[in-house]
T-cell receptor
Framework: DAGVTQSPTHLIKTRGQHVTLRCSPISGHKSVSWYQQVLGQGPQFIFQYYEKEERGRGNFPDRFSARQFPNYSSELNVNALLLGDSALYLC???????????FGSGTQLSVL | DAKTTQPTSMDCAEGRAANLPCNHSTISGNEYVYWYRQIHSQGPQYIIHGLKNNETNEMASLIITEDRKSSTLILPHATLRDTAVYYCIAPLNSGGYQKVTFGTGTKLQVIP
């Protein structure tokens, strides 16, 4: 079975642009969470979606938004990119909202 | 979610047991302890979790103290492939969602 897949794997943007990151969960998983990992730190929680509804939001500005589609895949959108948004963005899926997480390999975003 | 405290780094000789401690003194009665690890540039990988009782699976053993204020992850025979950052977390489960807060983890270096 395929694991959690994320696209693209790498992305380079300039300040002020917007970006869309995509995530496909493990088949049968209904919960998707997004994390931001800056170099040298642990992943930081951004959003959790379950059954297409936002269930949790971390301490991130409104420039960050996400949604989950009927097939449970998800997109993370970031507007007005800042240099500080450069990070590894991780997607994780789980069967239920409170189960162990399965992570993708992430999207490495560089903002120049 | 309960705050967890881990040593910044540890070394372990190849073939020996690696014992990684974690303090979670503010953990509440229904919060599980989870362990994940992250090998460089990959997404975190689930290892094991527990509530009260000690747990063992094909990857590791988890020992939780009776008062649940601390736990130890044991890798019985460490290999070079076990070199990674290990995260101990106690997610908050509330309102049908799970908020996972990663700290900086323990960087385990397995030495030949």
């Amino acid at each position: 079975d395929a694991g959690v897949t994320q696209s693209p794997t790498h992305l380079i943007k300039t300040r002020g642009q917007h970006v869309t990151l995509r995530c496909s969960p493990i088949s049968g998983h209904k919960s998707v969470s997004w994390y931001q990992q800056v170099l040298g730190q642990g992943p930081q929680f951004i959003f959790q979606y379950y059954e297409k509804e936002e269930r949790g939001r971390g301490n991130f500005p409104d420039r960050f938004s996400a949604r989950q589609f009927p097939n449970y895949s998800s997109e993370l959108n970031v507007n007005a990119l800042l240099l500080g948004d450069s990070a590894l963005y991780l997607c994780a899926s789980s069967g239920l909202a409170n189960e162990k997480l399965f992570f993708g390999s992430g999207t490495q975003l560089s903002v120049l | 979610d309960a705050k967890t405290t881990q040593p910044t780094s540890m070394d372990c000789a190849e073939g020996r047991a690696a014992n990684l401690p974690c303090n979670h003194s503010t953990i509440s009665g229904n919060e599980y302890v989870y362990w994940y690890r992250q090998i460089h540039s990959q997404g975190p990988q689930y290892i094991i979790h527990g509530l009260k009782n000690n747990e063992t699976n094909e990857m590791a053993s988890l020992i939780i103290t009776e008062d649940r204020k601390s736990s130890t992850l044991i890798l019985p025979h460490a290999t070079l492939r076990d070199t990674a950052v290990y995260y101990c977390i106690a997610p908050l489960n509330s309102g049908g969602y799970q908020k996972v807060t990663f700290g900086t983890g323990t960087k385990l270096q397995v030495i030949p």
